[in-house]
């Protein structure tokens, strides 16, 4: 009789925090950052900005990950002040596996908000400041309200993204079981071991994940519609 193959569900805890962790970070960071650019008046800081926030999407995830590693390595200037300062080591922990999703997610997370804010009628905004309300609370109470559908929507996604995150994870975070060890990393761990079992196992458990996420982005988007010819 086949002995049954033993499966350490520690990367998917582990993913899970981690992309719970992400989206935390990005959503918001992702959010005021397209404001931010939306709001810029030179049409030239827009395209540069953009490029920049932009860029983690096209880059390779290890090449974004050498970068990361370069910046926040132990023996690296920021990697060092963390450790001396705050007593926070960055590089191969549970911190990088998150930093390193959320440099990669973050670009998702923000051309979405940024195309949600951009599709939002002008004329709200310039009624409310008719109206003297501030810039900022016509952001809070005009523009992300009606912005919400499609920056949710990118939520959902960078939530994915961040879950899916492999490159960059292991060129940061590296690949240390129970520690750093995500559901990418366990499956590519898996395979190198020849246990096919358990890579199938993990793979499997992303693929239900990311589906749902999908079911869940989809059934959003028909409630939203739904809602809005029924206000017409």
């Not at 440099?103 to 908000?113: E, H, Q």
Request: with cysteine; glycine share 10%.
């Amino acid at each position: 009789m086949a002995e049954s193959t033993a499966i350490d569900f520690s990367p998917l805890w582990i993913s899970l925090e981690t992309a719970s962790a992400t989206i935390a970070i990005v959503f918001i960071l992702g959010v005021v950052a397209a404001w931010w650019v939306e709001r810029l008046p030179s049409e030239s800081a827009k395209i540069f900005i953009d490029g920049v926030f932009t860029l983690p999407m096209v880059l390779p995830p290890t090449v974004a990950g050498f970068f990361l590693l370069i910046i926040f390595g132990n023996n690296r200037l920021v990697g060092r002040f963390f450790i001396d300062n705050l007593g926070l080591q960055i590089a191969f922990s549970w911190l990088a596996t998150v930093l390193a999703a959320a440099v990669i997610a973050f670009p998702l997370m923000y051309r979405s908000a940024r195309g949600a804010l951009a599709q939002v009628d002008k004329g709200i905004m310039e009624a409310g400041r008719s109206l003297g309300m501030t810039e900022w609370r016509i952001f809070w109470r005009l523009h992300l309200p009606n912005a919400l559908p499609g920056i949710i929507a990118g939520g959902l996604l960078a939530f994915a993204r961040g879950l899916g995150e492999f490159g960059a994870t292991a060129m940061l975070a590296g690949n240390i079981a129970g520690k750093t060890r995500t559901l990418p990393l366990a499956v590519y761990s898996a395979v190198a071991a020849g246990d096919f079992d358990a890579a199938g196992i993990y793979v499997a458990i992303i693929l239900v994940i990311c589906f749902a996420v999908v079911i869940g982005l989809n059934y959003y988007q028909y409630k939203v519609k739904q809602q809005q010819e029924g206000s017409r």
